[in-house]
């Protein structure tokens, strides 16, 4: 049995792989995937479909600025 949606309730700094990998294994056509991907203050509000031949299509619907989800936001890096 796979899944019709799966919607995520925070902010990833990158949709991980690994949740478009298992819409494409898991998911049954027309599945999607909901995220906010984040790389500032706003984020894009995405949705990610499964075609019946398992290709992934994404469109971003709004901005959206949901509290990122532990592990998922970005990394820091040092500059000068």
Not at 30 to 59: C, H, N, Y
Request: hydrophobic share 45%.
């Amino acid at each position: 049995r796979g899944y019709d949606l799966v919607l995520v309730e925070g902010a990833v700094a990158e949709t991980p792989s690994a949740w478009l990998e298992a819409l494409v294994k898991s998911g049954r056509p027309g599945a999607r995937l909901g995220v906010v991907q984040r790389t500032g203050p706003v984020g894009k509000a995405q949705i990610f479909v499964r075609s019946a031949d398992g290709v992934i299509g994404r469109r971003e619907v709004f901005d959206a600025t949901p509290a990122w989800l532990p592990g998922c936001g970005p990394v820091s890096t040092f500059a000068f």
